[in-house]
């Protein structure tokens, strides 16, 4: 068995080629190598161009950077793939037919603020509603509350139709005014 004195160099020491010669020689067989192990081209271009960024770092330190180039490539891919299991698809409706879809798991009910300014407005409504003249009141109530017609509601309060319309504009006219100063309309 021979031993290597320490004064002597190596038979044969690696032979340096530059980066731009490893990546013309080397791009294609990787790439090749690469899509065998992902069968994604576009993944597999940003695998290369990634193994000889790295490569590019510390390059002086890479001893043989064929041999190299070609683990970090098998390295990243499998990396990928292993991160690409962790991911779990939802089957989409046409897939599965009983799979609820975003609309049927949305919750219909307002968030909670939005139903205490519903709750405000209402109650600022009433109030409103309470500054007008009780003939006013009754008009508003039939037509909103029981949703007659003008013609209904001239029946029953005897008022003509025309009188009725013209009640029930000013009051809802005042109506606005008030809501407006307390600034639940515009």
């Known amino acids: 068995m021979a031993v290597a004195r320490l004064d002597e160099a190596p038979a044969e020491s690696p032979r ?8 013309q ?11 065998r192990l992902l069968d994604d081209m576009t993944l597999t271009e940003d695998i ?6 790295r490569l590019h770092a510390q390059f002086r330190e890479v001893r043989e950077p064929r041999r190299w180039l ?22 989409s409706p046409a897939e599965d037919g009983d ?24 109650g600022l409504v009433r109030l409103s509603l309470q500054s007008l003249d009780e003939r006013s009141r009754e008009l508003v109530r039939l037509k909103f509350h029981e949703e007659l017609s003008y013609k209904e509601i ?19 006219k005042s109506l606005a005014v008030e809501l407006a100063q307390t600034g639940i309309v515009p």
């Open 154 to 172: 001239s029946a029953r309060t005897g008022l003509k139709v025309g009188h009725v319309g013209y009640l029930l504009h000013h009051a809802l």
């Open 48 to 53: 290369v161009q990634e193994a000889f960024l």
């Open 16 to 23: 340096f080629e530059p980066i731009e010669e490893l990546f």
């Open 99 to 122: 799979a609820p879809t975003v609309a049927d798991t949305a919750d219909p009910a307002p968030l909670p603020d939005e139903q205490i300014a519903r709750l405000e407005g209402i």
């Open 70 to 91: 070609f683990r970090t490539v098998h390295n990243l891919a499998l990396n990928h793939r292993r991160a690409a299991r962790k991911i779990v698809p939802l089957a």
């Open 25 to 35: 020689a080397l791009e294609s067989p990787l790439l090749s190598y690469a899509l």
